[in-house]
C-alpha cells in the first residue's frame, strides 16, 4: 500500500483546511486509516482515525473541531480540521492499518500503523 498525502499549507488561527490522502491497492476498505502529526521537537501524535465500518476517533485536543472520513470507491482518506489553532502546526501524516478488522476498538497507537504516507506541512498562523 502506498499512501499519498496532500493538501497543507499556511492557514490564519480560526481557520479550515482539508487533508486528503489517496491510496493504493485493492484492500483499502479493509484497512483501519489515521492520521497522525508531528511537531518540530516533539513526538508523534495521533490526531483521528477510521475504520472499515465507518466508526471514528479523535485525539481530544481535535475532537469537535476536525472530521474524517474515507471514500472507498476513491481509495481516500480525508482530514476536514476547522477552527485551526496555531498548536495545530505540524507534519500531518496519514497510515493505514492492516490488522485493523482484527482488533477490540481502533488504534490510536502509531506502531500499529504498519503503512505511512509523506507528511504534508500544516502552518497555523497570523
Known amino acids: 500500500v502506498q499512501l499519498q498525502a496532500s493538501g497543507g499549507g499556511l492557514v490564519q488561527p480560526g481557520g479550515s483546511l482539508g487533508l486528503s490522502c489517496a491510496a493504493s491497492g485493492r484492500t483499502f476498505s479493509r484497512y483501519g486509516m489515521g492520521w497522525f502529526r508531528q511537531a518540530p521537537g516533539r513526538e508523534r501524535e495521533f490526531v483521528a482515525a477510521?475504520?472499515?465500518?465507518?466508526?471514528?476517533r479523535y485525539a481530544d485536543s481535535v475532537k469537535g473541531r476536525f472530521t474524517i472520513s474515507r471514500d472507498n470507491a476513491k481509495k481516500t482518506v480525508y482530514l476536514q480540521m476547522n477552527s485551526l489553532k496555531p498548536e495545530d502546526t505540524a507534519a500531518y501524516y496519514c497510515?493505514?492499518?492492516?490488522?485493523?478488522?482484527?482488533?477490540?476498538?481502533?488504534?490510536?497507537?502509531?506502531?500499529?500503523?504498519?503503512?505511512w504516507g509523506q507528511g504534508t506541512l500544516v502552518t497555523v498562523s497570523s
Open positions: 477510521i475504520i472499515w465500518s465507518g466508526d471514528t
Open positions: 497510515a493505514a492499518d492492516s490488522k485493523s478488522r482484527l482488533r477490540f476498538g481502533i488504534s490510536g497507537i502509531s506502531s500499529e500503523y504498519d503503512y
